[in-house]
């Protein structure tokens, strides 16, 4: 079965500075992977993702994840955070054995500080 | 388009009673989810429906049940609350799901629910 782990509970940054979020995944074959936004209060927004191809893909609101398989990681960039990108990210990732369904990490909280 | 709708957004329960969570998708989606949000934690899966008709167990299904009532509305009930059932619960819909392709999966707002 595939697993996730975000090793960062908690980021701050300053607002302008960049920001990268860790992820590492375990799975025995090429993950189907994924990053989600959580804004406070709602549900969770899909911000890229990652099937096959170009290892560095980018999403929405700025971001953009570097697949490398021989580190096992899907990490989130960003080059220069707003105060808006303080949020729970999430890191998923899905596999061709498990039909659709997917594992998340624990999740990153990102603050940002003026 | 709303996209996926819950309700209730909140809710108090004691332990032993019983309620159902509501979930609405109006993106004429064939596979639905329910998953549980712990801190710490992430989202871990309770059930899925992958189409209309049918559903299966997820991660964390103990404690709870579910219907697919009809392609739009996937409901989940808790029959006899317990403190470990306090969390925040979401609904997503997506596409249908099949091998070697991962649809996107759109998530609701979410319901709070705590027993005490």
């Known amino acids: 079965a595939q697993s996730v782990t975000q090793p960062d509970i908690h980021i701050t940054v300053s607002e302008g500075a960049s920001l990268e979020l860790r992820c590492n995944y375990s799975?025995?074959?090429?993950?189907?992977l994924f990053w989600y936004v959580q804004s406070p209060g709602q549900g969770l927004q899909l911000l890229l993702k990652?099937?096959?191809?170009?290892?560095l893909v980018q999403g929405i609101k700025g971001f953009e994840a570097e697949f490398k398989r021989s580190q096992s990681s899907f990490n989130l960039r960003k080059p220069s955070v707003h105060w808006s990108d303080a949020a729970e990210y999430f890191c998923?990732?899905?596999?061709?054995?498990?039909?659709?369904?997917?594992?998340f990490g624990a999740g990153t909280q990102v603050v940002v500080t003026p | 388009n709303a996209g996926v709708t819950q309700t209730p957004k909140f809710q108090v329960l004691k332990t032993g009673q019983s309620m159902t969570l509501q979930c609405a998708q109006d993106?004429?989606?064939?596979?639905m989810y329910w998953y549980r949000q712990d801190p710490g934690m992430g989202l871990r899966l309770i059930y899925y429906?992958?189409?209309?008709?049918?559903?299966d167990k997820g991660e964390v299904p103990n404690g709870y049940n579910v219907s697919r009532l009809n392609k739009r509305e996937f409901s989940l009930r808790l029959e006899s609350a317990a403190p470990s059932q306090t969390s925040v619960y979401f609904c997503a819909s997506s596409e249908e799901s099949r091998l070697a392709d991962y649809n996107e999966q759109f998530f609701g707002p979410g319901t709070r629910l705590t027993v005490l």
């Open positions: 998923a990732v899905g596999a061709l054995d498990s039909w659709g369904k997917l594992q």
């Open positions: 429906s992958a189409s209309e008709g049918t559903t």
């Open positions: 990652y099937f096959s191809g170009d290892t």
């Open positions: 799975y025995g074959a090429t993950p189907y």
């Open positions: 993106m004429n989606h064939n596979s």
